[in-house]
Antibody
């Protein structure tokens, strides 16, 4: 069965960096686009970034552009999110999500990993 | 990349029907037939209930339906059940990006 397992969350000071990972299994990872979506405490969902199945294209929300980098290693079935220059407002649960083969919708989600940015 | 507009809360009694609206612009909801709806129970990951405006993934009850008119999409849940109580989020493709609504809390009275 499809599984997405995030890791790497934790507490970091403003201005710091963190790298999240998402280990995928149960499907052919290299054939799917992958996303990061976040949810601040008691707030709604916010799309963060997408990477195409082969890593050839990446797009970001304006709120993280220039600070976050999405990447993937198809040989390790793993998705990454490198987060630099972190701000208090980046505090959230970060989910990785698979985009369906037909596109534009997220059909499987991980359980999320919490990132807390605080001094 | 402004969030889509949803009502903060809706409520209904078991067996009744409710509709949740999702207002966007011609750059997102109105420009593409790629609106999806997600159900999220407390401390759980979201689950897709509707995609491509009005399609249901296998396993989602046919009590859930979606539609779109202009820049506004809607999710209708008929025959409300207690387990439908959750937060619901709309989401639209917006041309190399995606945008979510602010979320609607559904209370089953």
């Amino acid at each position: 069965q499809v599984q997405l397992v995030e890791s790497g969350g934790g507490v970091v000071q403003p201005g710091g960096s963190l790298r999240l990972s998402c280990a995928a299994s149960g499907f052919i990872f290299r054939t799917y686009g992958m996303h990061w979506v976040r949810q601040a405490p008691d707030k709604g969902l916010e799309w963060v970034a997408v990477i195409w199945y082969d890593g050839s294209n990446k797009y970001y929300a304006d709120s993280v552009k220039g600070r976050f980098t999405i990447s993937r290693d198809n040989s390790k079935n793993t998705l990454y999110l490198q987060m630099n220059s972190l701000r208090v407002e980046d505090t959230a649960v970060y989910y990785c999500a698979r985009e369906t083969s037909s596109g534009y919708v997220f059909d499987y989600w991980g359980q999320g990993t919490l990132v807390t940015v605080s001094s | 990349q402004s969030a889509l507009t949803q009502p903060r809360s809706v409520s209904g009694s078991p067996g009744q029907s409710i509709t949740i609206s999702c207002a966007g612009t011609s750059s997102d909801v109105g420009g593409y037939n790629f609106v999806s709806w997600y159900q999220q129970h407390p401390d759980k990951a979201p689950k897709v209930m509707i995609y491509d405006v009005n399609k249901r993934p296998s396993g989602v009850p046919d009590r859930f339906s979606g539609s779109k008119s202009g820049n506004t999409a809607s999710l209708t849940i008929s025959g409300l059940q207690a387990e439908d109580e959750a937060d619901y989020y709309c989401c639209s493709y917006a041309g190399s990006s995606w945008v979510f609504g602010g979320g609607t809390k559904l209370t089953v009275l």
